[in-house]
């Protein structure tokens, strides 16, 4: 069982938008601005497209955006396109003895 | 360009040992960290641990304590991490990637090493 509560899976139509959810609890979402989200294709290595909650990496569309209210983060996703279809998962800091902890992915489809 | 480059796949028995290489090029390796992620087949990712490349500490997941051992080359810019006792639900794929330290993200990822744990 992961440490942070992801839905299985959402869909969405090209150029609609989508939201994934992370729920963590105070001791990680919650306490820190220390949450990353990264895309993962079939048989790729994860890539980082947002970090510090909001902040995205260069090189990363801006059709992407995260923010967080209590112990959950979200991932935006705006303007569906085919290329966004993939793994999703979320990340954050948890404290110095547990440090860093996964969600259990979110699998987008595009319809 | 900045990558990271890690070492082929493995095929153990159960009780050994596997080391895996990342190689960093294309920045000063001394000015980040690491760290290690690996994924199960068909399942998610799951967070190792993380080594300084400028001192070396390292942060390891408390389930894997006692077996896992991360270390830094700043000779060949290279960071390894071995595990050891291997068990069948060690089987993975085996990423390194960079880490942001002030952001604890990791922004740059090695292409990943599947390690295959079968007797």
């Known amino acids: 069982q992961s440490a942070l509560t992801q839905p299985a899976s959402v869909s969405g139509s090209p150029g609609q938008s989508i939201t994934i959810s992370c729920t963590g609890t105070?001791?990680?979402?919650?306490?820190?601005?220390?949450v990353s989200w990264y895309q993962q294709h079939p048989g790729k290595a994860p890539k980082l497209v947002i970090y510090?909650?909001?902040k995205r990496p260069s090189g990363v569309s801006n059709r992407f955006s995260g923010s967080k209210s209590g112990n959950t983060a979200s991932l935006t996703i705006s303007g569906l396109q085919a290329e966004d279809e993939a793994d999703y998962y979320c990340?954050?800091?948890?404290?110095?003895?547990?440090?860093?902890?996964f969600g259990g992915g979110t699998k987008l489809t595009v319809l | 360009q900045v990558q990271l480059v890690q070492s082929g796949a493995e095929v153990k028995k159960p009780g050994a040992s596997v080391k895996v290489s990342c190689k960093a090029s294309?920045?000063?390796?001394?000015?980040?960290?690491f760290t290690w992620v690996r994924q199960a087949p068909g399942q998610g990712l799951e967070w190792m641990g993380w080594i300084s490349a400028y001192n070396g500490n390292t942060n390891y997941a408390q389930k894997l304590q006692g077996r896992v051992t991360m270390t830094t080359d700043t000779s060949t810019s290279t960071a390894y991490m071995e595990l050891r006792s291997l068990r069948s639900d060690d089987t993975a794929v085996y990423y390194c990637a960079r880490l942001l330290t002030a952001s604890d993200a990791f922004d740059i990822w090695g292409q990943g090493t599947m390690v295959t744990v079968s007797s």
């Open positions: 990340c954050s800091y948890a404290g110095s003895s547990t440090s860093v902890v």
């Open positions: 510090g909650v909001t």
């Open positions: 294309g920045y000063t390796f001394t000015s980040y960290g």
């Open positions: 105070s001791s990680d979402v919650g306490s820190y601005n220390l």
